[in-house]
């Protein structure tokens, strides 16, 4: 059983940067795929970014391509998602994810196990 907890969320202006920040439970978190996905007001959940299981290897949706930026500590069991040149469309319910290990699928949310309960991130203008 993993559980996640985010942090980092809040208001800010068009332009701007944030930084997301997910705390893992469990002993064995370098063997997870971390991944963050978001959720707009009457749309469905869509990938932002992941980062694959004991590697630095990542994965950015086009839309934060550049911007975004998804970094994992194992040693302290924290994944986190810069957010640079934040746009309103960026606007948000973010949430962290987890799966055991994959070798595909790094961009499907129905192949993550574990989820947090997610941050609010509004971007103004």
């Known amino acids: 059983q993993v559980q996640l907890v985010e942090s980092g969320g809040g208001l800010v202006q068009a332009g701007d940067s944030l930084r997301l920040s997910c705390a893992a439970s469990?002993?064995?978190?370098?063997?997870?795929?971390m991944g963050w996905f978001r959720q707009a007001p009457g749309k469905e959940r869509e990938f932002v970014a992941a980062?694959?299981?004991?590697?630095?290897?990542?994965y950015y949706a086009d839309s934060v391509k550049g911007r975004f930026t998804i970094s994992r500590d194992n040693a302290k069991n924290m994944v986190n998602l810069q957010m640079n040149s934040l746009k309103l469309e960026d606007t948000a319910v973010y949430y962290c994810?987890?799966?055991?290990?994959?070798?595909?699928?790094?961009?499907?949310?129905?192949?993550?196990?574990?989820w947090g309960q997610g941050t609010q991130v509004t971007v103004s203008s």
């Open positions: 994810a987890a799966r055991f290990r994959g070798t595909f699928g790094f961009l499907d949310l129905n192949k993550y196990d574990y």
């Open positions: 980062i694959k299981w004991r590697s630095s290897i990542t």
């Open positions: 469990g002993r064995t978190f370098s063997d997870y795929t």
